[in-house]
């Protein structure tokens, strides 16, 4: 069973969630979370190529300031149930993680010797989501409810935030001809060969949650 038949992995159905997404009459995450999911593990497949190549893989983040957002172990949770987390309990409307893109494309920019790895990837991404949202939506919670949301300290949450912030020198305005550009490339994204990757991660994504609903089950019964 295909899921692009299920789900309407389209430029057009990605252009929908991102400009008329609704909670009240759309119940399922938002396509541009998957989009951004596979354009994000795409990216650390390459860096971790590039570290085993040039031995880099330890070394590329050293004396930088971007390893603020290393953590001590990798995060065993994919970039797909991240943000699927991440959306389940803060709603962030679709529009947010188009800016959080824009927000770590912006980064790494600023800082051309960062490699987005399994180490910093989740500190990134909740910290560009929850500036985003800060940027993009009327109402926000606090840092400390996106702390617990990202598995980190409200403390940490409060520095990642700062370092950010001076990183990208406060460069947080997106007008609206680079989200609109931003929007063209998660499409392109999507029609352009994307589509194959973007399944690939929603497959792993269910059969990883299909194991944890047996694994659960199992705990029941022996309970």
Known sequence: MSFSSNIGISPRKLRYDVYSYSYQQDSKTPLVISVL???????????????????????????????????????????QSYLERIFRYTRAGPSVYVVAYVYIDRFCQSLPEFRITGRNVHRLLITTIMVASKYVEDMNYRNSYFARVGGITTEEMNTLELEFLFLVNFKVHVNLSVFESYCCHLQREVSIGGGYHIEKTLRCAEEIKSQQRQYDHIARITL
């Open 37 to 79: 999911a596979s354009l994000i593990e795409r990216t650390l497949a390459r860096n971790e190529r590039i570290g085993r190549k040039c031995r880099l893989n330890n070394a590329a983040n050293r004396g930088n300031r971007g390893r603020v957002f290393d953590c001590n172990e990798t995060p065993d949770m994919t970039i």
